[in-house]
């Protein structure tokens, strides 16, 4: 990353102990996972989320100059996906060669990101009643952008977009774990880290971002960011920065990492 003017911030760590597979109380620390889904949730209509039939999903994606992004995803039971109106995507519902579970291997696929907004668009398909869900995960250079209530717009035909249910967690659910290269699994870590920085920052120049950025990470490399209580994005491994230009405000603000200790955590401004 450029190098940046550094805003003044107050930076403080709340730890909670976490219980561990073996443990007295026999939970597991599944609060951390590791991989490309970690932190993304299962999301679908929230009226009547089993009920058979298509939904399309949005989002978007602001970068400051042209970027690969690189999006991990399953649907339950098949979804095609869109940038910018351009098929980049497309998981059928028996890709692995079973009827109506492709969503059992999730897919991988890269794509360009243009300079400015990005928009994503998911067509979603529950081919049959029952259980029905859409995750993924989409990382590009200096942020990711997963499957959550706060980050999505959900609509049936003819309908306005609402915000999608969170049908449960990645790992958890009727779904369970995904694919050998993409399972949840506990943390070896012992502690949960939630480190809040809270900064003013000034008025911006035309052009200027900003980011959150660190050294490296205490734990699994990776952190699931929120700005003035909305969830921002995050990261997983380098590099340990996020963009969160449009999530910031002019004036007083208030960020939050988790699960893991950031090693020097700042607001960089970037020309």
Same mark, same amino acid.
């Given at each position: 990353?450029?190098?940046?003017?550094?805003?003044?911030?107050?930076?403080?760590?709340? /730890?909670?102990?976490?219980? /561990?597979?073996?443990?007295?109380?026999?939970?597991?620390?599944?609060?951390?996972?590791?991989?490309? *889904?970690?932190?993304?949730?299962?999301?679908?209509?929230?009226?009547?989320?089993?009920?058979?039939?298509? $939904? %399309?999903?949005?989002?978007?994606?602001? $970068?400051?100059?042209?970027?690969?992004?690189?999006?991990?995803? @399953?649907?339950?039971?098949?979804?095609?996906?869109? #940038?910018?109106?351009?098929? &980049?995507?497309?998981?059928?519902?028996?890709?692995?060669?079973?009827?109506?579970?492709?969503?059992? %291997?999730?897919?991988?696929?890269?794509?360009?990101?243009?300079?400015?907004?990005?928009?994503?668009? /998911?067509?979603?398909?529950?081919?049959?009643?029952?259980?029905?869900?859409? /995750?993924?995960?989409?990382?590009?250079?200096?942020?990711?952008?997963?499957?959550?209530?706060? @980050?999505?717009? #959900?609509?049936?035909?003819?309908?306005?977009?609402?915000?999608?249910?969170?049908?449960?967690?990645?790992?958890?659910?009727?779904?369970?774990?995904?694919?050998?290269?993409?399972?949840?699994?506990? @943390?070896?870590?012992?502690?949960?880290?939630? %480190?809040? *920085?809270?900064?003013? *920052?000034? =008025?911006?120049?035309?052009?200027?971002? #900003?980011?959150?950025?660190?050294?490296?990470?205490?734990?699994?490399? @990776?952190?699931?960011? %929120?700005?003035?209580?909305?969830? =921002?994005?995050?990261?997983?491994?380098?590099?340990?920065?996020?963009? $969160?230009?449009?999530? $910031?405000? &002019?004036?007083?603000?208030?960020?939050?990492?988790?699960?893991?200790?950031?090693?020097?955590?700042?607001?960089?401004?970037?020309?």
């Amino acid at each position: 990353m450029p190098n940046g003017e550094v805003i003044a911030a107050t930076v403080k760590e709340t /730890v909670t102990p976490v219980a /561990v597979e073996g443990s007295k109380d026999g939970a597991i620390a599944s609060a951390h996972p590791f991989g490309p *889904l970690a932190y993304a949730q299962w999301i679908w209509h929230p009226v009547n989320p089993q009920a058979q039939g298509k $939904v %399309t999903f949005s989002s978007s994606i602001d $970068v400051a100059a042209a970027d690969e992004a690189e999006i991990v995803f @399953s649907c339950d039971n098949a979804a095609i996906i869109r #940038v910018n109106g351009k098929e &980049v995507a497309k998981q059928g519902a028996g890709n692995n060669g079973n009827n109506y579970i492709g969503w059992r %291997t999730p897919t991988k696929a890269k794509f360009p990101l243009k300079p400015g907004r990005n928009e994503i668009t /998911v067509l979603a398909d529950n081919a049959l009643p029952g259980d029905a869900g859409f /995750v993924c995960s989409i990382r590009w250079s200096y942020g990711m952008l997963l499957s959550n209530a706060d @980050s999505w717009k #959900v609509c049936r035909d003819g309908e306005s977009a609402v915000k999608p249910r969170n049908i449960c967690s990645y790992g958890r659910g009727v779904w369970g774990r995904l694919g050998t290269a993409y399972k949840f699994t506990s @943390s070896p870590f012992s502690e949960s880290v939630a %480190t809040e *920085l809270a900064f003013t *920052l000034p =008025a911006l120049k035309p052009g200027e971002r #900003v980011y959150l950025a660190c050294d490296d990470v205490e734990g699994e490399k @990776s952190a699931a960011v %929120t700005v003035n209580g909305a969830y =921002a994005g995050g990261f997983i491994g380098r590099p340990y920065r996020l963009d $969160v230009t449009k999530s $910031v405000k &002019v004036g007083a603000n208030a960020l939050e990492t988790k699960p893991f200790r950031l090693k020097n955590p700042r607001i960089v401004v970037v020309k």
